[in-house]
């Protein structure tokens, strides 16, 4: 139909065209025409809304959304419903990762399957690097953490020749698609990145100051816009992003440079992020005046560099305790599986239970404003969670059932396909070749 | 005595003392270990929830401890001289044994001057010792401590195809690495097989440069291995027969041949450890270990017979396209095939909760099916780490006679929660989690502000 339209139509109106059919979808079709109905019986729902968790009961879900839930049984429900039994089962809102490069990345080690990071060799864009248009649903790593109940992600470009890294991207997995483009934008000022522009911290925060401040007199319509250090290219992305008031994820370790960030948060009005805040809890006061939230891993307690001599496990635990706002991450994309893993650590060092859920699903959606019911479960929203065979946050539990828009994500990956082909070892003769 | 004269007798020492003895493989003669367990009073742990070791689970059980060593086990033991550690039902586990460590050699911070952990000059650097590059004030010990490891392996790493020597190390505070040192524990081998060896010197336009130039590289080592060692048989049988020189590549692999030092080969691909078997085969020494084996899995059945274990990860994949086959139930499945199953860490991260990562792949074998208990799946990071190292008739295990390697938790250590409460190792308490002057701190962690993190 694009096509056909393209032959003779001007642009605006075909923008305008895809508008109506946007428009139109919503109206006519239900969430999801081919979402089941499941019913969840007798199961506790920690839903991450006002309803807060609810023990017993029945969950239906209809039309992709959910429909009921209930102490109460609930009486006929549709035809052909999914029953699952609940008991002893623990339902969450979905994962949703906070920071990845899924489908961005798909062996570390093969330049060729990497598409998160420019040659830091050779000097390109930087704030307008977009990773939208590489995300890749197909890639074997989506799917492998999909069924362990990572639904959607925040997907991230990392810094190549400059601080800077670009533009992410909102994904949703199950679909396979970008739901949001231009979600964040992310960059670094860590020892790491600033090696890229001459070695020293101060220099990195000096860019990212100049930049910001060349904004100002910024005009992409003139000639000679003046654009410090970067291309015109990447300063339109920057004053794109900053006029939208989008997030801007900046990954910074010693409590030094997250006070710079926090001033320049301020100065600059900035919509800011801090990634990585190895000693944020040394400024969690400071972090929590300004409402500047952080995403951390929390398994990260060894001095491993200078600017980590404050790695501390309770470091979440202790922003909890000071009002600061976080998401938890996985440093391997391939494993965002352990974010669970990861949140249970930061319990067992002081964390509180709901906020160390709540990092690992309904987080990302306030830290990037995402699709407002996603990272709850509530009557009526669009049925995005998972069915846990006990506590989410405990390393011998899994997914049992994961949904998104109402459907079930089908359980098998490759790595299924991979254990079930070598489980039995001792047929003979041995035809695992044929096998899937 | 005249300065001058000094180091002409000491050389003169030297060469009756290489004369009287051949070139000497055996790790405990050179380098000692300088370990002196602490003298310890006697304990007795009373309600403590045991995981053996051995695959055993015991509830509200006691355990008697003398001289750093388990004494006794039952329900009424009577010991008026021992100081009583109320379980109060948490667990009791043997220490903890990570077979793949980096730790002191790769030491935090992780900066150029410390950076001590790859030779990658030449792909075969047997000649070289991991020991000679721990730093004991590594912060990263304590930090396992706090994870209950009681015993763990340094290796180098895996650039080369002969990385060179490992060492068994007690996670004790000590100003030398010596001091650290298991007494009488062999060393290691650290072999590697794929892509890294490759990579490395192909890229410098070396070989190898392929798996076949790999496997080549093997060989032509070993040949000339077998080649050394009849020299100096030939020497120890007829004294005019010349000695070689002294090599110490050669010296190291010959003390593979000899079974003086383990063989710990990193090896991800199945196909590659039946090529590293046949080599082994070809020059008459047996494979320990295959470290990282991703694909075990797949192999599980010949490993059984070959009778090498695989240490694995729980769930680490993808990284290289020899990873790409990685899955969760690899431990699960390889030690559903009869074969030794051990879980390591290769990470100053991962060896601070090897219970958790026990317990993950317990859980994967669950999932499918398979029939594993709880306290089968302590071996995979006590026991069979301890076989992998041979030091299995010492610890691994809370049986009678055994080192006094202990560690008790807050809650069953397969779970996310768990923590140690203390960790002993031969009988000291080197780790108490209620008590911030009872636990290791390295120099370097001193004035930190994250000291005594573990509150």
């Not at chain 1, 039994?85 to 330049?111: C, F, H, M, R, W």
């Not at chain 2, 550690?85 to 900066?111: E, K």
């Not at chain 2, 076949?212 to 590289?217: E, L, P, S, T, Y």
């Not at chain 2, 780490?385 to 299995?392: E, G, M, N, P, R």
Request: with cysteine.
């Amino acid at each position: 139909m694009t096509n056909y339209l393209s032959l003779f139509s001007p642009p605006v109106f075909v923008q305008a065209l895809r508008l109506c059919s946007v428009i139109l979808v919503i109206i006519i079709v239900p969430l999801n025409a081919h979402a089941e109905s499941i019913l969840i019986t007798n199961t506790t729902v920690h839903s991450q809304s006002k309803a807060g968790v609810m023990r017993d009961v029945n969950l239906l879900v209809e039309d992709g959304r959910i429909a009921r839930i209930s102490r109460d049984t609930i009486d006929n429900p549709p035809k052909d419903v999914r029953i699952v039994d609940g008991a002893g089962k623990v339902l969450t809102p979905s994962l949703i990762g906070a920071y990845s490069q899924l489908g961005l990345d798909e062996i570390d080690l093969e330049a060729t399957t990497v598409d998160s990071i420019l040659n830091p060799l050779i000097p390109a864009v930087s704030f307008a690097f977009d990773v939208q248009y590489a995300f890749n649903a197909k890639s074997v790593v989506v799917d492998v953490n999909l069924v362990e109940g990572v639904t959607h992600t925040i997907i991230a470009p990392r810094p190549g020749s400059d601080i800077m890294a670009g533009l992410g991207a909102f994904a949703n997995l199950a679909k396979g698609q970008i739901d949001t483009p231009n979600i964040a934008m992310f960059g670094d000022v860590s020892a790491n990145a600033a090696k890229k522009i001459g070695g020293s911290r101060a220099a990195a925060i000096g860019k990212l100051r100049f930049a910001l401040e060349s904004l100002e007199s910024f005009s992409a319509r003139r000639h000679h816009p003046g654009t410090g250090e970067y291309s015109k290219r990447d300063l339109i992305a920057l004053q794109t992003h900053v006029d939208n008031d989008l997030p801007l994820v900046i990954t910074a370790h010693r409590a030094v440079e997250i006070s710079q960030l926090i001033m320049l948060a301020k100065d600059f009005d900035l919509n800011l992020v801090i990634r990585g805040a190895t000693e944020a809890w040394q400024v969690s006061e400071a972090l929590a005046a300004a409402d500047i939230p952080v995403i951390i891993d929390p398994l990260s307690n060894i001095p491993i560099s200078f600017e980590h001599l404050g790695a501390r496990l309770d470091n979440a635990a202790l922003l909890e305790r000071s009002g600061v706002r976080f998401a938890i991450e996985v440093a391997d994309t391939h494993n965002m599986r352990l974010m669970r893993q990861h949140a249970g650590n930061a319990v067992a060092n002081g964390l509180s239970w709901s906020t160390g859920l709540h990092a690992i699903t309904r987080a990302a959606v306030e830290l990037f404003a995402l699709d407002d019911s996603l990272g709850r479960v509530v009557v009526g929203e669009p049925a995005n969670f998972v069915l846990w065979t006990g506590d989410p946050l405990e390393v011998t539990t899994w997914a049992h059932l994961v949904v998104v828009a109402g459907n079930v994500v089908d359980p098998n990956t490759r790595q299924t396909q991979l254990y079930n082909r070598y489980k039995r070892l001792d047929r003979a003769p041995f035809q695992y070749g044929y096998e899937r | 005595m005249p300065n001058l004269l000094r180091p002409l007798l000491a050389n003169t020492l030297a060469i009756l003392v290489s004369l009287a003895c051949p070139p000497s493989t055996l790790a405990g003669e050179l380098f000692a270990s300088t370990y002196q367990p602490p003298e310890t009073d006697a304990r007795l742990f009373v309600d403590v929830h045991i995981y053996s070791g051995t695959g055993v689970e015991e509830q509200s059980t006691q355990v008697l401890i003398v001289d750093g060593k388990i004494q006794q086990m039952g329900t009424n033991i009577i010991a008026p001289a021992a100081q009583v550690i109320d379980g109060g039902g948490r667990w009791l586990t043997p220490g903890i044994i990570d077979v793949h460590s980096h730790m002191g050699d790769y030491p935090a911070p992780a900066i150029a001057a410390t950076r001590d952990g790859n030779e990658a000059t030449a792909p075969n650097t047997a000649r070289v010792w991991a020991e000679h590059s721990v730093w004991p004030q590594d912060p990263q010990f304590e930090l396992a401590l706090a994870g209950g490891i009681t015993t763990l392996q340094v290796l180098p790493g895996s650039a080369n195809l002969f990385g060179g020597r490992g060492v068994t190390l007690k996670n004790v505070a000590s100003r030398t690495v010596q001091g650290m040192k298991y007494p009488g524990a062999k060393q290691g081998l650290k072999m590697a097989c794929g892509e890294n060896p490759k990579r490395v010197y192909g890229s410098k336009g070396q070989a190898p440069s392929t798996r076949m130039g790999n496997v080549a590289g093997y060989r032509e080592a070993w040949a000339k291995a077998t080649d050394y060692q009849r020299k100096v048989k030939a020497h120890e049988q007829d004294a005019t027969k010349p000695l070689p020189d002294r090599d110490l590549t050669m010296e190291t692999l010959v003390g593979v041949l000899e079974g003086e030092i383990i063989v710990h080969n990193h090896c991800y691909r199945a196909d590659e450890m039946a090529n590293m078997i046949d080599v082994a085969r070809e020059f008459g020494y047996q494979i320990g270990t295959f470290h990282h084996a991703v694909e075990s899995y797949k192999f599980a059945d010949q490993l059984a017979q070959e009778n090498i274990c695989s240490a694995m990860w729980a769930d680490w994949w993808g990284s290289k396209l020899e990873l790409f086959d990685g899955v969760q139930q690899n431990v699960a499945l390889v030690h559903n095939a009869g074969a030794c199953a051990i879980v390591h860490s290769d990470s100053a991260y991962g060896i601070q909760r090897l219970n958790q990562e026990a317990a993950k792949a317990l859980a994967a074998g669950q999932r499918m099916g398979l029939d594993i208990t709880k306290a089968e799946a302590i071996r995979w990071i006590t026991m069979n780490a301890a076989k992998s190292l041979q030091i299995d008739q010492q610890t691994g295990s809370i049986e009678i006679g055994k080192a006094a390697d202990l560690v008790v938790w807050n809650q069953d250590p397969l779970s996310v929660y768990a923590l140690a409460d203390l960790v002993f190792i031969d009988g000291h308490l080197y780790f108490d989690r209620s008590d911030p002057n009872l636990r290791p701190v390295s120099d370097f962690a001193l004035g930190l502000s994250v000291e005594g993190q573990h509150d």
